[in-house]
Structure formats: structure tokens, C-alpha cells
């Protein structure tokens, strides 16, 4: 049963224009949410999160929305470059000190073409 | 430098050969996680540790031990390996249970068993 899935498995975006990663949740108890970055041959690497008090969170080019309601979050990468090309993964938590327990989606490829 | 090491970085090896693929942290992190990560499945939680010698079951626990006897090791061992456990394995740790989203990943271990 996957609790947290990401429906798309890959996005290809031009260059300066904006790519929007979709996550969706399922348990109720998810109240804390993360976005990882992940290279090939290389590990994943945390990039932005929020807490389940906001709707959105932002740094620098990226921001994370999440809509309560509809038990579903997404990533904007505004603007894209060619350097974010890797795989993202989203996660949930279930409180913020719960750091024993993180459910990952299935992750999607993203591709931005120069 | 910061960092989680894993060893090693790829394996082959037959069933039933058991193996030991190492963790080691140089950050003083008390919490430590083993994930694997398979296609269409994300990352998978196997085993976590809250601190020396406190360990606990993740996610997909069944063929794999650890042990947490010093606070920067956190080897993940497999007795018995068998083919379906021929994954990508990823290390993690971070500060403590309530930072989450400080979650460091080593640089995972390829792992084929036949």
C-alpha cells in the first residue's frame, strides 16, 4: 500500500520555464512533508519541507505548496536549469519528531533541456 | 568533511552468501536509517537506530540485521541473501529523532545477488 505516491514518473521542461512535481498522501496522520533531490551515483540529498501549519514554503528558486484537504503537495522549480535535472523523491512524516519514520514516494525523473 | 560512507559501493554475490555492507558517520548523529530503493517502489525503510544500541524495524525488515554498537556505525547484514534482495541500498543519519530534515544519505551500495 503506498501511502505517498508521485504519479508521474518523469517531466521534461525547457530551460527557464517552470517544472511543478506533484505528491500525493493518503494517511491522515502524515503531517510533515519533505522534498529530497537525488543525482546518479549519488545519494539523496534534502532539498525544502513543510510543516502541515503552512501551505507554502518557499527558498530561493523552489517552493512546496500543500493542500490539506486534498492530501497532495508539489514542488515549483522556477526557473528550471539544466542542473536540475535529477530524480525527486517526496516524503511524509507523521509529526516532526517522528524522525524514525520517513514514507518516500516512488520519485520522478525530471529532465530540463537547455 | 561531513559525510556518510558506505562500503561497499557495489556488490555481486550468490545466494546465501552472507555479507556485510558497512555505514560509518563522522557528523556525532544519534539517529541512523537503512533504506533500499527499488524501481516504482521509491525508498523503503529497512532498519533505523535512535541511538547505540536502540534499533528498530522499518518498513520491509525480513532477511536483514543490524546492530548499533558504537554511534558512528550502523552496519546492515544479510545472512541469507537472496535475489530479491538485489536492490540499491542507501545509508542515512541525522542529528537526532527531531530533525528530519536533516537527513544526510551516504552514496548507496549496488547491491545484485544471483
Known amino acids: 500500500d503506498q501511502q505517498v505516491k508521485q504519479n508521474s514518473p518523469s517531466l521534461s521542461v525547457q530551460e527557464g520555464r517552470i517544472s511543478i512535481l506533484n505528491c500525493d498522501y493518503t494517511?491522515?496522520?502524515?503531517?510533515?512533508f519533505l522534498w529530497y533531490k537525488k543525482y546518479p551515483a549519488e545519494g539523496p540529498t534534502f532539498l525544502i519541507s513543510?510543516?502541515?501549519?503552512?501551505d507554502k514554503n518557499e527558498d530561493g528558486r523552489f517552493t512546496v505548496f500543500l493542500n490539506k484537504s486534498a492530501k497532495h503537495l508539489s514542488l515549483h522549480i522556477v526557473p528550471s536549469q539544466p542542473g536540475d535535472s535529477a530524480v525527486y523523491f517526496c516524503?511524509?512524516?507523521?509529526?516532526?519528531?517522528?524522525?524514525?519514520?520517513?514514507?518516500f514516494g516512488e520519485g520522478t525523473q525530471l529532465t530540463v533541456n537547455p | 568533511e561531513a559525510q556518510v560512507t558506505q562500503n561497499p559501493r557495489y556488490l555481486i554475490t550468490v545466494t546465501g552468501k552472507k555479507l556485510t555492507v558497512t555505514c560509518s558517520q563522522n557528523?556525532?548523529?544519534?539517529?541512523m536509517s537503512w533504506y533500499r530503493q527499488d524501481p516504482g517502489l521509491g525508498l523503503r525503510q529497512i532498519y533505523y537506530?535512535?541511538?547505540?544500541?536502540?534499533?528498530d524495524k522499518g518498513d520491509v525488515p525480513e532477511g536483514y540485521k543490524v546492530s548499533r554498537k558504537e554511534k558512528r556505525n550502523f552496519p546492515l547484514i544479510l545472512e541469507s541473501p537472496s535475489p530479491n534482495q538485489t536492490s540499491l541500498y542507501f545509508c542515512?543519519?541525522?542529528?537526532?529523532?527531531?530533525?528530519?530534515?536533516?537527513?544526510?544519505f551516504g552514496p548507496g551500495t549496488r547491491l545484485t545477488v544471483l
Open positions: 513543510i510543516s502541515s501549519i503552512k
Open positions: 557528523m556525532n548523529h544519534e539517529y
Open positions: 542515512a543519519s541525522s542529528p537526532s529523532r527531531d530533525y528530519i530534515n536533516e537527513q544526510f
Open positions: 537506530s535512535m541511538n547505540v544500541e536502540v534499533t
Open positions: 516524503a511524509a512524516s507523521a509529526g516532526e519528531t517522528s524522525g524514525s519514520r520517513l514514507t
Open positions: 494517511n491522515s496522520m502524515f503531517d510533515y
